[in-house]
Each structure stands twice: as structure tokens, then as C-alpha cells.
Nanobody, 121 residues
Framework: QVQLVESGGGLVQAGGSLRLSCAAS????????MGWYRQAPGKQREPVAD???????NYGDSVKGRFTVSRDNAKNTVYLQMNSLEPEDTAVYYCNEDIRPAIIERSKAYWGQGTQVTVSS
């Protein structure tokens, strides 16, 4: 059983910073892509950033230049450093990882429980 546990959300003023973490545990053979999505009230869930096993990163247009995604493979953890936060960044942030639980199994997507980020103006 694979579990993703997020931490680091909270309330911050506009212009401030937060760092989110997502640690994977359980039966893990390989983690491919590790990333983050967010969902604001009344809106669809959208991709924020991700990082592949080779270190290639991708960002949503609205966070480029402000957010940085990174991973620590030894800890099975992905991070999201969020700087210059804006009220529009307020959302529940979910980590999403493509994990192969065992060598005999296929990879599939796993989700964290979500962590609230609120940016006040």
C-alpha cells in the first residue's frame, strides 16, 4: 500500500513564501513523475509543477518564475517552494506521483490528501 503525506500548507500574506513537502511511503519499487496540482474553490484541479525521475521539470504558466519543484529520491519526497505568493494562488494543493509499487506491477497515479494554502491580500 502506497501513501502520500503532504505538509507545509498554511496562511501567508501576499508576497510571502511557503514550502510544501510530500513524502511517499509503503511498497515502492520506482517513482517516475512527482508533481503538484491545485484546486481553488469553484474551479477545476489544475497542474502546478512536476519533476521527472531524470530531473526534468515542468511548470504551469501562472507559477513560472515563482515556484520551484524538486525531489529527494533518497527520501521519496517532492517539494514545492512557492515564492511571491499571490491571492490567486489560494487553493488546496495535492501531490500526485506516478509510482510502480513492485517490479511485477504497472505504474499508476497516487494522490495525497491535500493541503490548504491561503494567501491574504
Amino acid at each position: 500500500q502506497v501513501q502520500l503525506v503532504e505538509s507545509g500548507g498554511g496562511l501567508v500574506q501576499a508576497g510571502g513564501s511557503l514550502r510544501l513537502s510530500c513524502a511517499a511511503s509503503g511498497s515502492i519499487f520506482r517513482i517516475n513523475v512527482m508533481g503538484w496540482y491545485r484546486q481553488a474553490p469553484g474551479k477545476q484541479r489544475e497542474p502546478v509543477a512536476d519533476v521527472t525521475s531524470s530531473g526534468r521539470v515542468n511548470y504551469g504558466d501562472s507559477v513560472k518564475g515563482r515556484f520551484t519543484v524538486s525531489r529527494d529520491n533518497a527520501k521519496n519526497t517532492v517539494y514545492l517552494q512557492m515564492n511571491s505568493l499571490e491571492p490567486e494562488d489560494t487553493a488546496v494543493y495535492y501531490c500526485n506521483e506516478d509510482i510502480r509499487p513492485a517490479i511485477i506491477e504497472r505504474s499508476k497515479a497516487y494522490w495525497g490528501q491535500g493541503t490548504q494554502v491561503t494567501v491574504s491580500s
